[in-house]
């Protein structure tokens, strides 16, 4: 799913994705209900994706490929959303078929 024109970035208000052509849209951190990743297969190439819930049912979604993801994945643990340090190679091993892992859940 790679797609060079898409950007991610963080800063103290959320996590944040931005098209060449368009406006960053994204999530507060303060609106993120829950955290759940899987592997897609595109084109026959595993990728990670990793979904924000807000709690009334949208979320927001990244890829791996999309520039950025490293400093997404750094923000988040930084922010000690959760403690699990390992969630990144849990959510490596989901693939299509299996239930999504869910990363972290508000309480």
């Known amino acids: 799913m790679k797609n060079d024109d898409i ?11 931005q098209e060449s052509s ?14 759940s990743g899987y592997t897609m297969e595109y084109f026959d190439t595993p990728e990670i994706e990793i979904e924000f819930d807000f ?7 990244i890829n791996e ?18 403690l699990e340090k390992d ?5 490596r091993n989901v693939g ?4 999504i892992y869910i990363i972290w859940r508000s309480s």
Request: glycine letters at 8%.
């Open 65 to 82: 490929t999309w520039d950025g993801f490293d400093n997404v994945v750094h923000a988040i643990n930084k922010r000690s959303l959760f």
């Open 7 to 17: 950007k991610l970035f963080t800063d103290n208000e959320g996590i944040w994705c």
């Open 22 to 35: 368009g406006s960053p849209f994204g999530i507060k951190w303060n609106e993120i209900f829950s955290i």
């Open 96 to 99: 299509e078929d299996a239930e």
């Open 55 to 61: 709690e009334y049912g949208e979320y927001f979604r």
């Open 87 to 91: 969630w990144l190679d849990k959510v």
